[in-house]
């Protein structure tokens, strides 16, 4: 089975390269989520075609979710001729914004030296087709199969995957007894498993002031400036600290394994969107920072906050006049899966049968939808495995190796029998 998978799917190439131009040229810009209703009945519609039953969820109250933008995910499942484990592979389709910089059409799917181009061709949609093709594949020569395959397509996992992989994963879509394994192909590298991911606490904080005329800046109080003491602590004693804390986790690359913290924006004085930018007449009530603060499987979330808060609560005592609110945007408990789990054993196996090498066992240095799948659908035996480098997602002239997505779908290939027949 292992050599008639290989020389399948790589005869399946053409097809492979197709397939990511035509998800490629569906626009899904995360935000707002152009795209995701007809990106989604393409892949419903190709799947349908292949014997498999085929559902579109929409992710409704969920954030971003309207009528203009619906939060459309799809899943599709074909039943094997016997009973046994079901194995889900599931790729976002949304994708960053193309930004500036790029040499080719972000959008158009150009195929040159080997690679295609485009935004998320790496991250994720050279890995959603390398799966779909792996899973035909599969099913064309074993069609007496036990147990069950399902795909799907997803949406919102650059902002958190909460009209996605969350919310199906609160409607049983990734809960025993419906499902036994899952394979996300995000782009970790072809020969590279990835067991989980650092933890997250987005948050936002808001320091408080008092407006004034800014002709006499001595009646009112500057939140801006209060911000900076914030920030000044944040040099003097967070960043050092956090440099101090290393993990056991094999987190990529290596400046990863320790504790991170990112000021990801800040806001203060007018509104944000006033134009055309005339200087603002006040001073300041309001200024808001809000961190992304990535942190180790060593560390507790309470831990993490406290950091934080501990350095608020210092300067409320000290600096006169200072206030302040923090708010909890997202927070993602860092997760790694055992190597000896069947989905990395399996998939082991893949790569030495491709590679002729031991895989490399990393930790993505970002979250991703694991997260979900484990944190509200229990599902534990789930792993990263892609085509890509990790490096070129949301970079300007993003691309994915055609080699690398057929190899990655021989893995996948190998990795599906060998969950399906019950063989790790």
């Given amino acids: 089975m292992t050599d008639s998978l290989l020389d399948a799917v790589a005869a399946r190439r053409d097809d492979l390269v197709s397939l990511t131009i035509d998800l490629v040229r569906f626009p899904t810009v995360?935000?707002?989520?152009?795209?995701?209703?007809?990106?989604?009945?393409?892949?419903?519609?190709?799947?349908?075609?292949?014997?498999?039953?085929?559902?579109?969820?929409?992710?409704?109250?969920?954030?971003?979710?309207?009528?203009?933008?619906?939060?459309?995910?799809?899943?599709?499942?074909?039943?094997?001729?016997?009973?046994?484990?079901?194995?889900?592979?599931?790729?976002?389709?949304?994708?960053?914004?193309?930004?500036?910089?790029?040499?080719?059409?972000?959008?158009?799917?150009?195929?040159?030296?080997?690679?295609?181009?485009?935004?998320?061709?790496?991250?994720?949609?050279?890995?959603?087709?390398?799966?779909?093709?792996?899973?035909?594949?599969?099913?064309?020569?074993?069609?007496?199969?036990?147990?069950?395959?399902?795909?799907?397509?997803?949406?919102?996992?650059?902002?958190?995957?909460?009209?996605?992989?969350?919310?199906?994963?609160?409607?049983?879509?990734?809960?025993?007894?419906?499902?036994?394994?899952?394979i996300i192909p995000e782009p970790l590298n072809k020969d590279r498993i990835c067991l989980g991911h650092r933890g997250v606490w987005w948050a936002e904080?808001?320091?408080?002031?008092?407006?004034?005329?800014?002709?006499?800046?001595?009646?009112?109080?500057?939140?801006?400036?209060?911000?900076?003491?914030?920030?000044?602590?944040?040099?003097?004693?967070?960043?050092?600290?956090?440099d101090t804390k290393r993990t056991r986790m094999p987190v990529v690359p290596e400046g990863a394994r320790r504790s991170t913290l990112n000021l990801n924006s800040i806001h203060g004085g007018q509104t944000d969107d006033f134009k055309p930018g005339l200087p603002s007449p006040n001073v300041p009530d309001s200024c808001r920072l809000?961190?992304?603060?990535?942190?180790?499987?060593?560390?507790?979330?309470?831990?993490?906050?406290?950091?934080?808060?501990?350095?608020?609560?210092?300067?409320?005592?000290e600096r006169q006049k200072f206030d302040y609110e923090i708010?909890?945007?997202?927070?993602?408990?860092?997760?790694?899966?055992?190597?000896?789990?069947p989905v990395p054993t399996a998939l082991a196996q893949g790569i030495r049968a491709v590679f002729d090498r031991e895989p490399d066992y990393v930790i993505s240095p970002g979250t991703y939808d694991q997260k979900h799948v484990a944190r509200i659908g229990h599902i534990y035996d789930c792993v990263a495995y892609g085509p890509g480098i990790l490096d070129l997602a949301h970079r300007p002239d993003e691309w994915v190796g055609i080699d690398d997505m057929v190899q990655s779908a021989q893995v996948m290939a190998i990795g599906l029998d060998l969950l399906l027949r019950g063989k790790v």
């Fill in 30 to 182: 995360n935000p707002p989520g152009e795209a995701y209703r007809p990106c989604a009945e393409y892949l419903g519609e190709r799947l349908r075609r292949r014997g498999f039953v085929v559902e579109y969820l929409r992710g409704e109250g969920t954030p971003g979710d309207t009528d203009r933008y619906p939060r459309t995910n799809v899943v599709a499942r074909i039943e094997g001729r016997s009973p046994g484990k079901t194995v889900h592979f599931n790729g976002h389709i949304d994708v960053v914004e193309p930004g500036h910089d790029w040499t080719v059409d972000p959008f158009a799917g150009v195929v040159k030296d080997g690679r295609v181009y485009g935004r998320g061709t790496c991250d994720m949609k050279g890995g959603l087709a390398a799966a779909i093709v792996a899973a035909e594949t599969y099913i064309d020569l074993n069609p007496d199969f036990p147990g069950a395959i399902e795909i799907s397509g997803t949406v919102d996992e650059e902002s958190g995957g909460f009209g996605g992989v969350a919310y199906l994963a609160q409607k049983g879509y990734f809960s025993k007894p419906r499902v036994d394994h899952v």
């Fill in 205 to 242: 904080i808001e320091t408080k002031g008092e407006i004034a005329h800014g002709s006499m800046p001595f009646l009112g109080d500057c939140a801006v400036r209060h911000m900076s003491a914030v920030l000044a602590a944040f040099e003097a004693e967070l960043f050092p600290l956090l």
């Fill in 290 to 317: 809000t961190i992304d603060r990535r942190f180790l499987l060593e560390e507790s979330l309470e831990e993490v906050k406290g950091e934080v808060v501990a350095i608020l609560e210092r300067l409320k005592r």
């Fill in 327 to 341: 708010r909890d945007v997202m927070e993602v408990r860092p997760i790694m899966s055992e190597r000896d789990a």
